[in-house]
């Protein structure tokens, strides 16, 4: 009985069961939003069944990725249970090729045909993470960001969700994207040790700032009516985008844009020639 329970714990640890719970919570807020807060959408079974699929996913992907890295871990993380020989990886490689089974033949029950395609890919993209993706700096960070932000479309596309219900969801499924690749460029330099502090963290401080722009960006774009009649400016190209958008701006209004934001550019010109 002991023994069972410490192979049990060993498979757990090597599936990196944490990872359930946040990638089903991902697929039930998507739902959740997407359909606009209805309760209904929370209690689908196809919502719920989306959910453990991602999580299968999130499982096989740690599985596979530690059958990938066992010549490294055996140096750099021996008491892993793959290199310490806790579990064969031949045993490894089977969870994992089952895992990944069940999730795409579970998709092929689903509905639209979008949901199957999100499944594919992120089967996909995690499965060649390892082997092939992981040793392209930029790339790999991209992988591992588009993989879990798909989750909330995913759930709003297995509640049902249409083009509006999708369109709500696109800031933050973009924010998200933004946020994961900000962590994993942080993991990244992490791992680079002997590289100057405060170099080190510059690449990570200006994406930080591009997220934040972004989503700022993305405020004064759905605060744009509000802020008019208030009298408050937000950026230019915001406000003629907004012009474009409901085809109402004036010829004028292009010259002004342009000015403004060739003041943003000029600034952020003599801040690059500051820093070289």
């Not at 064969?88 to 033949?105: K, M, N």
């Not at 790999?140 to 999708?166: C, D, Q, S």
Request: charged share 15%; aromatic share 8%; net charge positive.
């Amino acid at each position: 009985m002991i023994a069972s329970q410490s192979r049990l714990s060993t498979y757990l640890k090597l599936a990196r069961i944490h990872n359930l719970v946040p990638s089903v919570i991902l697929v039930i807020v998507g739902a959740w939003a997407g359909s606009g807060h209805r309760v209904s959408a929370v209690q689908s079974i196809s919502v719920w069944l989306m959910g453990l699929i991602s999580g299968g996913m999130a499982i096989a992907s740690c599985v596979v990725n530690d059958y990938f890295d066992l010549k490294i871990d055996a140096s750099n993380a021996p008491d892993k249970p793959l290199p310490s020989g806790a579990i064969a990886p031949d045993a490894a490689l089977l969870l994992s090729s089952l895992l990944y089974c069940g999730c795409l033949i579970a998709a092929c029950l689903m509905e639209p045909s979008r949901l199957r395609s999100i499944v594919a890919f992120s089967a996909a993209a995690t499965l060649l993470y390892t082997p092939l993706f992981k040793r392209l700096t930029g790339v790999k960070n991209a992988t591992v960001a588009t993989v879990i932000a798909l989750a909330p479309l995913a759930g709003a596309l297995a509640a049902g969700a249409g083009g509006a219900g999708l369109l709500r969801l696109l800031p933050a499924t973009l924010f998200a994207f933004s946020g994961v690749m900000f962590r994993e460029i942080l993991m990244d330099l992490n791992d680079h040790a002997g590289d100057a502090g405060l170099l080190r963290l510059l690449p990570a401080t200006l994406f930080a700032f591009s997220g934040v722009m972004f989503r700022e960006i993305l405020m004064d774009l759905n605060d744009a009516e509000g802020d008019r009649q208030a009298g408050v400016w937000t950026l230019p190209l915001m406000r003629l985008a907004l012009g474009v958008w409901r085809e109402k701006f004036l010829e004028q209004e292009v010259g002004r844009a342009v000015g403004g934001c060739l003041k943003f550019v000029g600034w952020g010109i003599l801040l690059l020639a500051a820093m070289g």
